[in-house]
């Protein structure tokens, strides 16, 4: 293989595409789409969003010190694309996308309806990086569509139809065929 040397960037993929929802003080709800979105801790459970302090967004979660993370289809790229273009200082993204703001049980953003699972986070840390701050949140609840929900909590890749963002060429793709499962090769290598 000839390797070719380029400036140092965020290239890596692929990356979630994710729709966080965040809710200012009057209760109006807003969509951001966020590609900077990692598992960092299990116990508790603990994810990290990593956003600029100029999105609309930034300001509603630091004020409040929650987020919902809601993982969206592939049937929604539409919606996940057009959150992630548009600001909730100029535009309403529930109206705009018709999605369906749905009561959390513990925290004050809404879920969306239409995500098959949604996180409910509240946040634990802030930490500046530079061009971005990371959010360090804990998950206090969870909610799984029963549709795509399987034996032992596990869920249906299948049904779920995640969507991956490709930093590397700025492109969405599905998820295309299972190749293994965790810790198949045990015992065979
Ligand atoms: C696929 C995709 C991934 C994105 N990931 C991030 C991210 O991880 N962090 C971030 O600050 N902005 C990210 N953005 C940009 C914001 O979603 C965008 O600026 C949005 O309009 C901000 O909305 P708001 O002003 O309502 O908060 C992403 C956009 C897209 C389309």
Same mark, same amino acid.
């Given at each position: 293989?000839?390797?070719?040397?380029?400036?140092?960037?965020?290239?890596?993929? #692929? %990356?979630?595409?994710? %729709?966080?929802?965040?809710?200012?003080?009057? @209760?109006? #709800?807003?969509? !951001?789409?966020?590609?900077?979105?990692?598992?960092?801790?299990?116990? #508790?459970?603990?994810?990290?969003?990593?956003?600029?302090?100029?999105? +609309?967004? +930034? $300001?509603?979660?630091?004020?409040? *010190?929650?987020?919902?993370?809601?993982?969206?289809? &592939?049937?929604? =790229? @539409?919606?996940?694309? /057009?959150?992630?273009?548009?600001?909730?200082?100029?535009?309403?993204?529930?109206? &705009?996308?018709? /999605?369906?703001?749905?009561?959390? *049980?513990?925290?004050?953003?809404?879920?969306?309806?239409?995500?098959?699972?949604?996180?409910?986070?509240?946040?634990?840390?802030? !930490?500046? /990086? $530079?061009?971005?701050?990371?959010?360090? @949140?804990?998950?206090?609840? =969870? +909610? =799984?569509?029963?549709?795509?929900?399987?034996?032992? $909590?596990?869920?249906? !890749?299948?049904?779920? /139809? #995640?969507?991956?963002?490709? @930093?590397?060429? +700025?492109?969405?793709?599905?998820?295309?065929?299972? %190749? $293994?499962?965790?810790?198949?090769?045990?015992?065979? %290598?």
């Amino acid at each position: 293989m000839s390797k070719v040397n380029l400036k140092p960037t965020t290239t890596m993929f #692929p %990356l979630p595409a994710m %729709l966080i929802t965040c809710v200012d003080a009057s @209760g109006k #709800p807003n969509i !951001i789409t966020l590609a900077w979105v990692g598992v960092v801790n299990s116990e #508790p459970p603990m994810v990290s969003i990593s956003i600029r302090p100029s999105r +609309h967004s +930034h $300001g509603l979660i630091k004020a409040s *010190q929650e987020f919902v993370v809601n993982i969206p289809s &592939e049937k929604m =790229i @539409g919606k996940v694309d /057009l959150c992630g273009v548009v600001s909730g200082r100029d535009v309403d993204k529930f109206s &705009e996308t018709e /999605l369906t703001p749905m009561p959390a *049980q513990e925290v004050s953003p809404p879920l969306i309806e239409e995500c098959y699972v949604n996180l409910e986070c509240k946040v634990k840390r802030i !930490i500046s /990086l $530079g061009s971005h701050d990371l959010f360090l @949140g804990e998950i206090v609840a =969870i +909610h =799984i569509d029963d549709t795509v929900l399987k034996e032992k $909590g596990r869920i249906n !890749i299948a049904k779920a /139809l #995640p969507v991956a963002y490709c @930093g590397g060429s +700025h492109e969405y793709w599905s998820m295309g065929k299972k %190749l $293994g499962w965790y810790g198949y090769t045990k015992g065979k %290598l």
